[in-house]
């Protein structure tokens, strides 16, 4: 059944293959907003606010807000702006999760925007038919045709706008349409991650006309432009999401996914993908509840399954709250007591990761048990296993959701290694309007890059999100492949009320580290009593259910990553190598609302090349 708001009707027009590639200009040639700022990490003001990774989609997004549109239609102009700017983390070719938080009901709603499975998808499709073996990973998965879901974004951008925004599709696409049209300057971490996948991009030649023109990643400084892409926007703001999932585009994205174009050259297998033009007809973005805890006075909303960002941060929190974390450091703010509650922190996000390989996948095929996830006294349950003096050995166990009641009789025993194949990338952004209205709102397309794979003409790279399945089919696994299901996602979009008010509102991307990243910046401003921009800044640790942590560099050299080591016993492992995207843990957006009606809006003051805070006004 075709999705909420699709015109009914055959499309009356297509849109004539273009075979313009991205060119490269001269500086000077750059796109500019005439109300753009300097890029910055942090902005205080009124009347709206926004936070990105990137200052063209944040400068989007204000232009919209004082236009007079609301929270919804400027997150859609940053997220069709990203798909320009940040390709490689998101863009219509991909999905993700929308929170909003409605200033007049003073409700938290959600659409899960996740990309599916393709229908005729086989168990056993990660299974290479001619040694009988799962595929490897990196190159065979990440770079192939059977690793393309369904894509999502488009209709979630639809969806949002009919529900809740004040403009039309057509209308929230403009700012980006200009942008792919004039070009965007090309920085640092666009050259660096194109320069990764150079061979992967050189596989295909409508990705390699594109992003590597001369046959190398474009130069820092430079101005790419994307026409394939403004022109397949106009045709989306012009016909609505029909001409995306269903008519030519449509077919096209299944050929590009079955058949996808490679050179002859490749030395990359590319296997082939399952997805027709029916499955993408039949796609749906599903209108869901949020999740909800209380913590220490706020009332945290996050994403319920397909996502496993909700309930794992949800149940952390129930973890912790417990222990009287604030009074560790409240006065003292030294390393010793800042290590007691980041081991906490530790501790308690190995647990929810336990419970979350144990439990969370797609609820249309698993029966996950969400409620008792985040029932506080499950949570009182599970903190029972925490030693306040030592780490525990990973990976611990899952806990018992069928027989509980928060008393500390259940002994700890040993887990099962942790099955994760989700990427560190994705893009996240957070928005808020001069009427209260909140947006967080966290898109991927997977893989640095996606699949790899430029449907041709088109301008969008499509996903590679059915990595996120187990790789090889368990009956006991909840995320195992399954035709039409929604791969187990980590992202957690999460709004944070106080007394029924916007307090806080954050995202990130990063795979699995997702879940950490918000965790841990909740932990910051909440228990360690950081203020949001040290919050977002600080070092970062992810514990996800094993035998090290891996851990920002400048985690593991710190005061307090230095006690955890020597007297808590964690074992850490670096994020990845100095000089690559890998080192750095998430690309957080956050924006505090303040007592005066002011916010603060904040973005990665350096990780990815540090982010873009906007405020519609900077004072009142």
């Known amino acids: 059944m075709p999705h909420l708001g699709r015109r009914v009707g055959a499309l009356t027009a297509a849109l004539a293959m273009s075979v313009t590639s991205g060119a490269i200009m001269s500086p000077a040639s750059a796109h500019k907003w005439d109300d753009q700022p300097e890029k910055k990490a942090t902005a205080t003001g009124y009347g709206g606010a926004v936070s990105t990774v990137d200052a063209d989609a944040s400068a989007a997004a204000i232009k919209v807000l004082r236009k007079g549109g609301n929270a919804v239609d400027a997150a859609v102009a940053a ?16 999905g993700g999760y929308f929170v909003y938080y409605d200033a007049k009901s003073g409700e938290v709603h959600t659409l899960d925007g996740r990309e599916t499975a393709p229908a005729a998808m086989p168990n056993d499709a990660f299974i290479d038919p001619k040694t009988g073996k799962a595929y490897n990973f990196t190159p065979e998965l990440v770079t192939s045709g ?23 599709l057509g209308d929230a696409l403009k700012p980006a349409i200009d942008v792919a049209d004039n070009g965007f300057t090309v920085d640092s971490t666009f050259n660096l991650q194109t320069a990764e996948n150079q061979v992967r991009f050189e596989a295909f030649p409508s990705t390699s006309e594109l992003y590597l023109p001369g046959g190398k990643a474009p130069a820092v400084g430079s101005v790419l432009k994307n026409p394939d892409l403004a022109a397949t926007y106009r045709l989306l703001g012009d016909e609505g999401t029909d001409a995306f999932y269903e008519g030519p585009l449509a077919e096209e994205i299944a050929a590009t996914v079955q058949n996808p174009p490679k050179t002859a050259t490749t030395k990359l297998p590319v296997p082939k993908g399952f997805m027709t033009a029916e499955d993408l007809a039949n796609y749906e973005v599903l209108n869901q509840d949020p999740t909800h805890v209380e913590y220490r006075g706020y009332d945290v909303y ?116 942790a099955k994760d194949t989700e990427n560190i990338n994705t893009t996240n952004l957070t928005v808020s309007d001069k009427w209260g ?29 059915l990595t996120d399945f187990s790789t090889v089919y368990d009956e006991a696994d909840p995320n195992r492949i399954q035709p039409g299901k929604r791969p187990r996602s980590s ?35 909440i228990d360690l009593g950081m203020s949001i921009e040290d919050a977002v800044a600080a070092p970062r640790a992810s514990q996800r259910n094993t035998a090290n942590v891996t851990a920002e560099q400048g985690f593991i050299d710190s005061p307090s990553g230095k006690v955890l080591a020597a007297k808590f016993g964690h074992k850490f492992a670096a994020a990845g190598s100095p000089g690559t995207s890998a080192a ?23 990780r990815r090349g540090g982010g873009s805070a906007m405020v519609v006004k900077p004072a009142r």
Not at 80 to 92: D, H, Q
Not at 147 to 167: D, F, H, K, N, Q
Not at 362 to 374: G, S
Not at 584 to 606: K, L, Y
């Open 146 to 168: 059977v690793s393309v879901g369904v894509p999502g974004t488009a209709a979630t951008w639809e969806r949002a706008l009919e529900r809740w925004g004040s403009l039309s």
């Open 491 to 525: 992202m957690s979009p999460t709004i944070v009320l106080k007394d029924g008010d916007p307090f806080l509102a954050l995202g990130s991307p990063g795979g699995s580290t997702i879940i950490t990243t918000v965790l841990q910046t909740l932990v910051n401003r």
């Open 302 to 417: 996050g994403m319920a399954p397909s996502s496993s960002g909700g309930t794992t941060v949800g149940e952390a929190l129930n973890i912790l709250a417990p222990f009287e974390l604030p009074d560790l450091v409240r006065g003292k703010g030294n390393s010793k007591n800042q290590s007691d509650v980041l081991h906490h922190y530790l501790e308690a996000s190995a647990l929810a990761f336990a419970d979350r390989a144990k439990y969370v996948g797609d609820p249309k095929f698993v029966d996950v048990p969400t409620e008792a996830l985040l029932d506080d006294v499950f949570g009182k349950e599970r903190a029972c296993n925490i030693d306040p003096r030592k780490a525990a050995v990973k990976p611990v166990a899952a806990g018992y959701v069928e027989n509980y009641d928060g008393t500390c009789d259940v002994a700890p025993a040993a887990g099962e290694d």
């Open 584 to 606: 750095e843990i998430g690309a957080a957006t956050a924006i505090e609302f303040n007592r005066d009606g002011g916010v603060t809006a904040v973005a990665e003051p350096e």
């Open 437 to 465: 209205n909140v947006v967080e709102y966290t898109l991927t397309i997977e893989q640095t890059g996606g699949s790899g794979i430029v449907v041709p003409g088109r301008g969008f790279i499509l996903n590679n999100e």
């Open 79 to 94: 997220a069709a702006t990203l798909g320009v700017t940040e390709p490689y983390s998101a863009g219509i070719g991909g």
